[in-house]
């Protein structure tokens, strides 16, 4: 399985982004996918996850305004971020591994290069 993300940019506070991460993996369908994010000087951290059933996890800073959904059938994982802050600044990751539910990631595990995404303010 290989991940590969896009959708990055320079956006001002308030304004919206909207990543893609798109995997070349047949079994896409039932793999756990999930959206970190990691800032200079910080740890990786985790934005958002959904089961290959569509149950969602989000960290609790995005909630109300990042969204995550999968598209089964092209094997896609996107990540709509709406009213962003500075502090959503960072360069975000997607992650695939054969099963887990909300911060819980388990089995074979695989990550996509990084997308920047800077926040001005």
């Known amino acids: 399985v290989q991940l590969q993300a896009s959708g990055g940019g320079l956006v001002q506070a308030g304004g919206s982004l909207r990543l893609s991460c798109v995997s070349s993996g047949r079994t896409f369908n039932s793999m756990f996918m999930g959206w970190f994010r990691q800032a200079p000087g910080k740890e990786r951290e985790l934005v958002a996850s959904?089961?290959?059933?569509?149950?969602?996890y989000y960290k609790d800073s995005v909630k109300g305004r990042f969204t995550i959904s999968r598209d089964n059938a092209k094997n896609t994982v996107d990540l709509q971020m709406n009213t962003l802050k500075p502090e959503d600044t960072a360069v975000y990751y997607c992650?695939?591994?054969?099963?887990?539910?909300?911060?819980?990631?388990?089995?074979?595990?695989?990550w996509g290069q990084g997308t920047q995404v800077t926040v001005s303010s």
């Open positions: 992650r695939a591994a054969q099963y887990g539910a909300g911060r819980d990631f388990r089995g074979y595990s695989v």
């Open positions: 959904i089961t290959g059933g569509g149950t969602t």
